[in-house]
């Protein structure tokens, strides 16, 4: 069934309104990592606002960032006054400078992580890669902007973003992927990146017991999508993700929402529908 919604899900034409559209037009490696960082930091509210901080930020850079971070304070002038959520300039600045940092040090940030992956379980690995970044920049100020833009996985949340970008780089690459860490990062070690809006896709499908999104979460997702593919079981992030967008899912029995979605012989809200008495589904 997952795989019919996969199939059904137009990759190539969603992947233009998605930020990963950005880390594919990077081309070189080195900058498509730091637009990968950049990208799905700011990956935090509405999509159309999203992709404009990203390509605002990009603008400010004023060429490649892999060439601006070499400045660090020209950087931060550049991107003095900018402001997404409760991120500022010099928190994307501090941020870029750390990775490019970690970036120039260990070959590649994908080298990095796959480091820590060799010794540590994935949350654990991904938080030493955080504190790799973070300690080139963004701990130095030590507020709530830089603690939320490049969060620890250690405080158990669902660090979505961060798995994002682990999706996007680690993953074979595809339509929407971009795999440049493929050959570093086994897919099989990814977690779904789970927003409040997947959660609830997750529960209408029975994926999750869970009450609330956490990596516990992600992680119980995970294992149900291993069962499909345990290979690559975070391939069906994407096709999920846009599946709720389009249908605007309701996350409960309603005929005019529900109606078409590629899901609906698994959703919880649907079982026994057969026998549902007349008039018992909203429209
Ligand atoms: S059938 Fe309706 S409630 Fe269930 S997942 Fe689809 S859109 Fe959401």
């Given at each position: 069934m997952l795989s019919e919604v996969e199939r059904a899900t137009d990759a190539v034409a969603r992947v233009a309104r998605d930020p990963v559209s950005l880390v594919r037009a990077a081309g070189d490696p080195r900058e498509a990592e730091l637009v990968a960082v950049l990208a799905s930091s700011l990956a935090f509210g509405n999509v159309t606002t999203i992709l404009a901080k990203i390509r605002e930020v990009l603008a400010r850079a004023g060429g490649p960032l892999v060439s601006a971070t070499r400045d660090p304070r020209a950087l931060g002038r550049s991107l003095r006054g900018f402001k997404h959520r409760l991120y500022r300039g010099e928190h994307v600045a501090a941020l870029l400078v750390?990775?490019?940092?970690?970036?120039?040090?260990?070959?590649?940030?994908?080298?990095?992580?796959?480091?820590?992956?060799e010794r540590a379980p994935?949350?654990?690995?991904?938080?030493?890669?955080?504190?790799?970044?973070?300690?080139?920049?963004?701990?130095?100020?030590?507020?709530?902007?830089?603690?939320?833009?490049?969060?620890d996985p250690r405080a158990g949340g669902s660090s979505k973003r961060l798995l994002l970008?682990?999706?996007?780089?680690?993953?074979?690459p595809g339509p929407v992927d971009v795999g440049l860490w493929s050959g570093l990062i086994?897919?099989?070690?990814?977690?779904i990146p789970?927003?409040?809006?997947?959660?609830?896709l997750s529960k209408n499908l029975g994926l999750t017991s869970r009450g609330a999104p956490s990596w516990r979460a992600a992680e119980e997702i995970t294992r149900a999508l291993t069962a499909l593919d345990a290979a690559d079981p975070t391939r069906f992030d994407f096709p999920l993700c846009h599946l709720g967008m389009v249908q605007g899912c309701p996350?409960?029995?309603?005929a005019a929402?529900?109606?078409?979605?590629?899901?609906?012989?698994?959703c919880v809200h649907w079982r026994g529908a057969a026998r549902a008495p007349p008039g018992s589904e909203r429209s």
């Open positions: 750390g990775a490019a940092r970690v970036q120039r040090q260990r070959g590649s940030l994908g080298a990095a992580l796959a480091s820590h992956l994935l949350q654990e690995a991904l938080a030493r890669w955080v504190d790799e970044l973070r300690a080139h920049g963004l701990d130095g100020l030590g507020d709530a902007g830089a603690r939320h833009l490049l969060p970008l682990l999706r996007w780089m680690a993953r074979p086994p897919a099989s070690r990814l977690l789970l927003d409040t809006h997947l959660f609830k996350s409960r029995r309603d929402r529900c109606h078409g979605c590629g899901v609906k012989p698994l």
